[in-house]
């Protein structure tokens, strides 16, 4: 009876207006469930294929309507009858359905609009909440927030090259005085920047993207916001950076065209992070501080500073476990940012976030920068187990659903709930230095 029946797929708009998708699957017995795809804007070269029309006439080519008739039909056609409980399987079948290694021809937009459809029907199918369902293990970790307050790069129309600077409130008791801290801190941020007479409208993760005089300043604005709103910079409170670097990387060298448009080489850019470390020990995480093609970089970073803060690896690992794999036995990063459109089935996200815990890397599961109401990530962060995610800021409503699917999952989890914070932060900066 749990057997997939029928699939829909509805082309919707994401958070930033372009189309995407909604699949619901209907199962033999009735129960149905949707989906929603989520899409990124500074990608990585070797993400899986996000499959949109060309049609020019429509959304400026990026309609979705050729994988809305891919899943109501070639794919609804091989999966009709499947067991919906048998995730693996299916991902397998929808991988060779496709038939190419980045699911260029059915695109990953339309596979993973299934791929996680079913494993929300499968949930309710079996009467688990989805952060349950997905592992076989109980899951009762709340993930310790990393909140995007100022948006930068390829995210704001502001001056900015670096394109997230990010709180996260390692000191708290729980997931709710966790958020609480941050929206606290967010509105800390917006008096400081008014104060300044600087812009406080918002970019597309819902953090400020205010023109601002260096790529430096933010973290000073930030560490004022902080202590403002009442904690402890470094303590209550630390900082996370995702500058996507791959996005300023131009012909070997790291350009600052939004900025003081000057132009760096890769040590260059190790040394700059590295003086930051030196001013800002409330800095824990960068995340693509080097570009995805930059390969002796990457490796010249994390042996400098590898062993002091996380080092995340996005654009480059693309959440595909094969060149998460060679990564790891290159030495490059020791944490990976988890994104399921990025590769484009649940059992192959799954298989990364394993990989990473195997081989003691830190793993954030990640919204994109465009988004809707969808909240799987928040059930998803809290089946991995590994203690962090960043679905951006404590604004829009698309990043707040996610918090609050969090918020519900610990009112659920009750006593049993634990918030990653502080032991888990911990423990990472240890085995960092072992
Ligand atoms: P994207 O950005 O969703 O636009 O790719 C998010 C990130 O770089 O982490
Ligand atoms: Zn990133």
């Not at 909604?22 to 199962?27: R, S």
């Not at 979705?64 to 499947?82: N, T």
């Not at 300023?248 to 080489?265: L, M, N, P, T």
Request: charged share 25%; net charge negative.
């Amino acid at each position: 009876m749990s057997e997939i029946a029928a699939l829909q797929a509805l082309e919707i708009l994401d958070s930033r207006g372009n189309p995407t998708l909604a699949v619901t699957v209907t199962l033999a017995n009735g129960v149905a469930a949707t989906a929603k795809v989520p899409s990124g804007a500074s990608t990585g070269k070797r993400e899986a294929v996000e499959l949109r029309d060309g049609d020019k006439s429509r959304y400026g080519g990026k309609g979705v309507l050729k994988a809305k008739g891919y899943v109501e039909g070639e794919i609804q056609r091989a999966i009709r009858g499947f067991d919906a409980n048998y995730q693996k399987g299916l991902d397998k079948r929808l991988c060779e359905l496709d038939g190419t290694p980045n699911k260029g021809r059915l695109g990953a937009n339309a596979i993973l609009g299934v791929s996680l459809a079913v494993a929300h029907a499968a949930a309710k199918d079996r009467g688990l909440p989805l952060y349950a369902a997905l592992v076989d293990e109980p899951a009762n970790l709340l993930p310790t927030p990393g909140l995007n307050v100022l948006n930068g790069g390829k995210h704001a129309d502001s001056n900015v090259d670096f394109q997230e600077f990010m709180i996260s409130p390692v000191g708290a008791p729980s997931f709710s005085e966790a958020l609480r801290a941050s929206a606290e801190t967010f509105h800390a941020l917006q008096t400081v920047l008014h104060k300044r007479g600087y812009g406080t409208g918002v970019g597309d993760e819902g953090g400020f993207a205010p023109q601002l005089k260096s790529n430096e300043e933010p973290v000073e604005l930030i560490l004022e916001a902080i202590q403002k709103a009442g904690y402890k910079p470094g303590k209550d409170i630390v900082i996370m950076l995702d500058p996507a670097a791959s996005e300023f990387f131009d012909e070997g060298a790291y350009v600052f065209a939004k900025s003081d448009k000057s132009r760096k080489s890769s040590a260059e850019m190790v040394g700059l992070y590295k003086s930051w470390l030196g001013k800002y020990p409330e800095i824990w995480s960068l995340e693509d501080g080097i570009a995805e093609d930059d390969h002796e970089g990457w490796q010249a970073i994390t042996k400098e500073l590898g062993d002091q803060i996380q080092l995340v690896g996005d654009d480059n690992f693309v959440t595909n476990p094969d060149i998460f794999r060679q990564g790891i036995e290159d030495g490059i990063a020791n944490a990976i940012l988890i994104k399921l459109n990025q590769i484009g089935t649940v059992t192959e996200t799954l298989d990364c976030i394993e990989m990473a815990r195997a081989n003691g890397y830190g793993a954030i599961i990640s919204h994109r920068s465009g988004e809707t109401d969808d909240a799987s990530i928040a059930d998803l962060a809290v089946a991995a187990g590994m203690g962090q995610i960043k679905t951006g800021s404590a604004c829009r409503g698309e990043r707040i659903a996610k918090y609050n699917r969090l918020l519900e999952i610990e009112r659920e989890l009750g006593s049993k709930a634990r918030y990653a914070g502080i032991s888990a932060y911990e423990r990472r900066k240890k085995a960092m230095k072992a």
